[in-house]
């Protein structure tokens, strides 16, 4: 198995632009959540979704982010439009519904906006 | 409630020494209690979890120890080496729910 795949690696954006961020969980996981990792707040849960829906987006920031789940296999976060403090590591986890309680992480996405 | 505290913040280790990493919950409903390891570049991994039932769990050098009146954890690296030297969360969450809550991290240096 692949693992869980996010593209891109790194992103560097100018302010006002739209990014969108790409994952792909690991065939069979239910259960896909976004995170941030910032030094100041270390590692923030966004939203998370079971089997596409989105279940709590309690942490999404602002109304600027979006995160959307079309199908088994892939999901994106949007921020539009983004600003300098977004600037983040953002990271995809999925995990299954039963069974363990072990997140499988991505390598991340490393975010600038300038 | 939700918060899990962790430190301390930063760790220099000597090679062959005890790295301990501590940290502390409120929510009594956590049942899960996970310490994931984390390299430059890559995303978290798991390292090792435990459930309030035990009072310790140990795989290989790495052992948690959980005091549940205390409402705390730790993380205890025994004969800790340079390859160790991470970013170390621990995190919680609880039975039917599927939030996991990090706490800060800890950067471990182990000293060659």
């Known amino acids: 198995d692949a693992g869980v795949i996010q593209s891109p690696r790194h992103e560097v954006t100018e302010m006002g632009q739209e990014v969108t961020l790409r994952c792909k969980p690991i065939?069979?996981?239910?259960?896909l959540f976004w995170y941030r990792q910032t030094m100041m707040r270390g590692l923030e849960l966004l939203i998370y979704?079971?089997?596409?829906?989105?279940?709590?987006d309690s942490g999404m920031p602002e109304d600027r982010f979006s995160a959307k789940m079309p199908n088994a296999s892939f999901s994106t976060l949007k921020i539009q439009p983004s600003e300098p403090r977004d600037s983040a590591v953002y990271f995809c986890?999925?995990?299954?519904?039963?069974?363990?309680?072990?997140?499988?992480f991505g390598s991340g996405t490393q975010l600038s906006v300038l | 409630q939700q918060q899990v505290k962790q430190s301390p913040q930063s760790l220099i280790v000597q090679k062959g020494g005890i790295s301990i990493i501590n940290c502390a919950y409120e929510?009594?409903?956590?049942?899960?209690f996970p310490w994931y390891q984390q390299f430059p570049g890559k995303g978290p991994a798991l390292l090792i979890a435990?459930?309030?039932?035990?009072s310790e769990k140990k795989e290989g050098r790495f052992t948690i120890s959980f005091n549940k009146s205390a409402k705390q954890f730790s993380l205890h690296i025994m004969d800790s080496q340079p390859g160790d030297s991470a970013t170390y969360f621990c995190?919680?969450?609880?039975?039917?729910?599927?939030?996991?809550?990090f706490g800060a991290g800890t950067r471990l240096f182990v000293k060659a």
């Open positions: 986890a999925s995990r299954t519904g039963t069974g363990s309680e072990k997140l499988f």
């Open positions: 929510n009594t409903a956590f049942d899960y």
């Open positions: 995190a919680a969450s609880y039975a039917g729910g599927f939030k996991t809550i």
């Open positions: 065939s069979g996981h239910d259960y």
């Open positions: 435990i459930r309030p039932d035990v």
């Open positions: 979704f079971n089997n596409n829906v989105p279940i709590d």
